[in-house]
């Protein structure tokens, strides 16, 4: 259950509230509701508990579906789950896939750790127990709106699981005052925590981005609290060479007072996915791409050192590749000088080596003409009087050059216009925006239906805000373009099964070209940035040092992708099928499109979805 | 003549010592507060509280301060002073300041103590008494009335105590970035517009069918807006069933009618969307544009809510003149929207769950054909996992479809309420649930 305080501070330190100010007590704490809730729990528990394994070891388990709309706090009794039971995974070759356990203790448990086994299946095959990854859902403080939304509420304060850490002291949640403490480090080795819960404007001197955050590099021992729940998340990298079948393992919770060994089942799946492809066109490829803020300039700036930021940047990118974020927004080239365009290009490379797309690249070059160019009198001129904006050739064609030569190819790039325009500024890259067409290059642009009667034609992809249809889709479509969406909603929601549905089905069976959001890493910790700008932090994952921390939402954002992989290898068998000519295989074609097109995208169950598209896809490569 | 020569002594005593003391005062230079805040800042980046106090005692000996500068060194020593113990801080020095200033200088202070960590401190000098948040008490009647002219025509907008106008204006820095919200669709709306008073009341009502929202919006364009010829404005509308729960936020047209709904998670067994359950109507009336809304109960039949919930309510009237809003809070800010009471709900809960019971059932009976000739179908299906997991499940839920009756029994509407309504309702999902189970045991079969 989530505890929420009503903590006024952001209203008065924005001087929204013009009330009298005296020093005001904190809330008590809410210590006898929640002590309740306990004891009722280690009761409930203990009754379902006839193997007696709450006394004898100290703790029990529950298996619970990883990616779910249920929000398991300490206090939440996993209605869903199943008690001692076996962690499933089905994935294909070369798929990452989550399994999540819930443990129970009845008393405080100190230095709990985990153990994974090899996996074994009954040929001989296996695999490493190194490729199953253990993490822990830390629950920590957030605003009002948490879990649902990427708006404020600041003056909220909840408890929401998210982020998954190796050492779950890396945050410190402080349940009485609902504050977050985060661990930093000094230069000097010294360390202390730094409170990221204050609003936007105490954020001194908090910064992700320049203070020294480091995660542990594997699962460290951990707590358990008595009558609280503790959520573990595992993360099965099934290897590319994997023999299909049926494999075997186990997971030890090993506590002081004794040990649980979980049975790890694992179903590799005859096949790999293929690239995501869209739903209205098998051929056409389903961009995965997001804003970030990756940049190895700011991380120079920030003063680290060339050797750690491009360590920071690739295995940041290393996460993004694995989490199916294989196109992430670069940095263009913005200003001439040489030191800049050898970042930029540096960037790339660390880009390429993290195994990252190069065949699309979203904003690799400059699509912005600056705002005193777009604001020009001139810029009302017909397209053929107007000049281009100053030092244009170089930092778009010219530069453009420079990347086909790094990277020995000519990619696609799509060039990124002015934000959020509006008509105007719209109407008055027109010319800009000609040369990077007449130079090989394409135009992305945030856009909505009414660039229809001011662009449209000139734009090679348009990202919607805050809305998809299918509707808009087949408009864009229509003469060429490509279209995909971002805001909705933004990142910052929580619930890994809302980021999985926004980011995948729902938007595939719009028959989107795929997913720009708005933003895969920005470069906050704090949540209370609302006041008069009243959003969260817009984050799949958090800064650290040497790469970022993950979250459940950047879970469902890889299962959302994944989604869209099993549906696009489901259509491609189905056509194989049809082609076959055989009615009964053309029948089990058909059958399966007209069951995936029916699909209730925005309200399913996800997970049953994607085991349905698993039997299919079975079913589909069966036929001769 | 003494008494006048001892007042015209006092008299003389008293202007020189004020010229003295003025010229004391002209011999203490004036500094200026950018200086003072920034050397105090370096201070407290070194937690150097004795080098601070030091220096506030050199400061009040050689300067002289503006009234805000005062009020933030007293604040820093008396947070010192108070070793990261909140308790001990002292009350906030008397001062003319106006309460926006106050309030400024609480929070640079506050700013200063975060500099050096100690953060406590911080947090006590920068806490404010939040503002009173207004209360609607809802009365739960046997019919609500219906219709923008059934409203209209009620007696319960002529009781003064049931119309709720308690509006303040929108933040005005607030509005002014909304337009960075693109999922909301406020165009046409004038959010940054300062208008001296809002047009709009409400009143709410619930019966056993559900909650019902009556808004008044005085117009005196009225025919300019049927026109088309201006905008009749809309209502931002929040409402959140507990702070458990998912909350849901809608845009209705004050005219001409039209509503918008933006879900904050995607359907599932534990919520269910606003989309195609919201009932909307916007007519003109004498005095401008009447706008009737209506929220079923099975929208919310997993968190009814008792005599003591309070649900967050938030109403935020976008009209050509300017934004407004019913509490403090901006758009989302739903700690600090109003709250919704529920008077009388005990008596008329026995009727709220027969409804609730009534339309689960015909809920599952609505879905069951479908599902039912997909899973038995010879292509399409799969006949086992219809014969062998479906069909026993649907026949418990048809079994106890046969209590149910528009007469039951209070005990049996209590009953079937307590277990068969979250089956009826959530059919679909506990179909995917069995289907889940049943794949999974293929799949991992030896």
């Keep these: 259950m989530k505890r929420i305080k009503e903590v006024m501070i952001a209203a008065a330190f924005c001087g929204l509230v013009a009330a009298a100010r005296e020093p005001v007590p904190s809330a008590a704490p809410m210590d006898s509701a929640a002590e309740a809730q306990k004891a009722a729990l280690l009761q409930r528990v203990a009754q379902e508990d006839a193997e007696g394994r709450l006394r004898s070891r100290g703790f029990v388990y529950y298996i619970v579906p990883p990616v779910s709309n249920v929000m398991r706090t300490a206090l939440a009794y996993p209605q869903d789950g199943t008690r001692e039971g076996a962690l499933q995974v089905v994935a294909a070759q070369g798929e990452f896939e989550p399994a999540s356990l819930v443990l129970f203790a009845e008393q405080d448990v100190e230095s709990v750790t985990v153990k994974t086994s090899d996996l074994a299946d009954s040929h001989g095959h296996t695999i490493p127990a190194r490729h199953v990854d253990a993490k822990i859902v830390k629950i920590w403080v957030q605003t009002g709106c948490a879990w649902y939304s990427y708006f404020s509420d600041s003056a909220g304060r909840t408890l929401v699981p998210e982020l998954l850490l190796n050492d779950e002291n890396l945050v410190k949640v402080d349940t009485t005052e609902m504050n977050n403490y985060l661990r930093t480090e000094k230069a000097d080795g010294s360390s202390g925590y730094l409170l990221i819960s204050s609003p936007i404007d105490y954020n001194i001197p908090v910064q992700g981005i320049s203070e020294r955050i480091f995660d542990a590099k594997e699962l460290r021992p951990f707590t358990l609290k008595r009558g609280e729940f503790k959520q573990l998340w595992f993360t099965m990298e099934v290897p590319e060479t994997a023999e299909a079948g049926l494999y075997h393992g186990t997971v030890s919770i090993i506590a002081p007072s004794g040990t649980a060994t979980v049975p790890l089942q694992v179903n590799v799946l005859p096949f790999r996915l293929p690239k995501p492809m869209t739903n209205y066109d098998l051929s056409r490829e389903f961009h995965v791409s997001t804003y970030n803020d990756n940049k190895l300039s700011k991380y120079l700036q920030c003063g680290m050192s060339q050797e750690d930021a491009e360590k920071r940047l690739l295995n940041q990118y290393i996460s993004y590749r694995k989490h199916n974020l294989t196109a992430p927004m670069l940095a263009p080239y913005a200003n001439v000088s040489e030191s800049e365009k050898a970042l930029c290009l540096r960037q790339l490379e660390i880009y390429r080596e993290a195994g990252l797309d190069t065949d699309t690249l979203f904003d690799a070059v400059r699509g912005i003409p600056d705002y005193a160019y777009l604001d020009h009198p001139d810029r009302s001129k017909p397209i053929a009087e107007q000049n281009l904006p100053d030092q244009w050739e170089e930092l778009t064609s010219g530069y453009f050059a420079d990347i086909q030569r790094l990277l020995g190819k000519k990619p696609v790039i799509y060039c990124f216009g002015w934000d959020e325009p509006g008509m105007r500024l719209l109407r008055n890259q027109r010319a800009a925006w000609k040369y990077l067409h007449e130079n090989g290059l394409k135009v992305c642009s945030t856009g909505h239906s009414e660039h229809l009667l001011h662009a449209g034609f000139n734009e090679d992809f348009v990202d919607y805000g805050g809305t998809y249809s299918a509707e808009s889709a087949r408009l864009w479509h229509a003469f060429g373009a490509r279209i995909s969406s971002y805001a909705s909603p933004h990142t910052g929601p929580e619930n890994p099964d809302f980021v999985r549905r926004t980011h995948g089905m729902d938007l595939y069976l719009a028959d989107n070209d795929g997913t720009i959001n708005y933003m895969a890493a920005g470069d906050q910790w704090n949540d209370f940035g609302g006041a008069n700008y009243n959003y969260r932090s817009f984050n799949h994952v958090y800064p650290t040092t040497d790469g970022h921390v993950d979250t459940i939402e950047f879970e469902g954002f890889r299962e959302a992708i994944d989604d869209v992989k099993y549906a696009t290898l489901l259509r491609q068998l189905a056509k194989k099928a049809i082609e076959t000519q055989k009615t009964d295989n053309v029948y089990k074609g058909k059958a399966a499109l007209q069951w995936l097109i029916q699909v209730d995208s925005p309200s399913c169950d996800l997970n049953a979805l994607r085991l349905e598209m698993i039997r299919y896809i079975l079913e589909l490569r069966g036929l001769e | ?446």
């Design chain 2, 1 to 446: 003549m003494n008494s006048i020569s001892f007042i015209y002594r006092i008299i003389i005593a008293v202007v020189f010592s004020c010229v003295l003391g003025f010229a004391q005062e002209e011999a203490r230079p004036a500094i200026d507060s950018e200086a003072i805040y920034q050397r105090l800042t370096e201070l407290f980046r070194a937690k150097d509280y004795k080098e601070i106090q030091k220096y506030i005692v050199e400061l009040k000996a050689q300067h002289q301060f503006a009234a805000e500068d005062a009020l933030l060194l007293s604040l820093v020593e008396s947070g010192i002073r108070a070793e990261s113990d909140p308790s001990r801080l002292e009350a906030s020095p008397k001062t003319d300041l106006a309460a926006e200033t106050r309030n400024k200088v609480h929070f640079k202070t506050a700013l200063l103590f975060m500099h050096s960590r100690d953060y406590k401190i911080a947090d006590a000098l920068g806490r404010t008494v939040p503002p009173l948040l207004p209360y609607y008490i809802i009365d739960v009647v046997s019919h609500s009335p219906i219709g923008v002219y059934g409203w209209l025509n009620s007696d319960i907008v002529k009781h003064a105590d049931k119309r709720e106008s308690r509006f303040m204006p929108y933040n005005q820095e607030a509005a002014a970035v909304l337009y960075t919200d693109v999922n909301a669709n406020r165009s046409g709306m004038n959010v940054t517009g300062k208008a001296d008073a809002c047009q709009v009341s409400f009143f709410v009502s619930a019966d056993p069918y559900g909650i019902s929202i009556y808004v008044e919006n005085r117009d005196d364009k009225v025919d300019e807006v049927l026109a088309g010829l201006q905008t009749g404005g809309s209502l931002e509308m929040y409402l959140q069933p507990g702070f458990d729960h998912v909350y849901y936020q809608w845009m209705a047209n004050i005219y001409p009618s039209g509503t918008e709904v933006y879900d904050w998670s995607s359907p599932n067994e534990h919520f269910r969307s606003l989309k195609g359950r919201l009932t909307c109507e916007s007519a003109p009336t004498p005095d401008g544009f009447g706008v009737y809304m209506f929220i079923p109960w099975d929208l919310f039949y997993d968190c009814l809510p008792t005599e003591e919930s309070e649900w967050a309510f938030g109403v935020l009237p976008w009209t050509r003149d300017g934004g407004f809003t019913w509490g403090s809070g901006q758009v989302h800010d739903l700690h600090k929207f109003g709250r919704l009471k529920f008077r009388g709900l005990n008596s008329m809960l026995p009727n709220i769950k027969r409804m609730i019971v009534l339309k689960a059932w015909a809920s599952f009976q609505k879905a069951l054909p479908a599902i039912q000739s997909f899973w038995n179908d010879e292509i399409r299906g799969d006949q086992i996992f219809a014969k062998e997991v479906l069909a026993p499940y649907v026949e418990t839920l048809q079994k106890e479809g046969e209590k149910v009756s528009a007469e039951m029994a209070a005990e049996t509407v209590e009953e079937l309420f307590r277990t068969m309504v979250p089956e009826w309702n959530e059919f679909r999902y506990r179909v995917d649930t069995l289907r889940t189970a049943f794949l999974k045991k293929q799949l991992f079969a030896e």
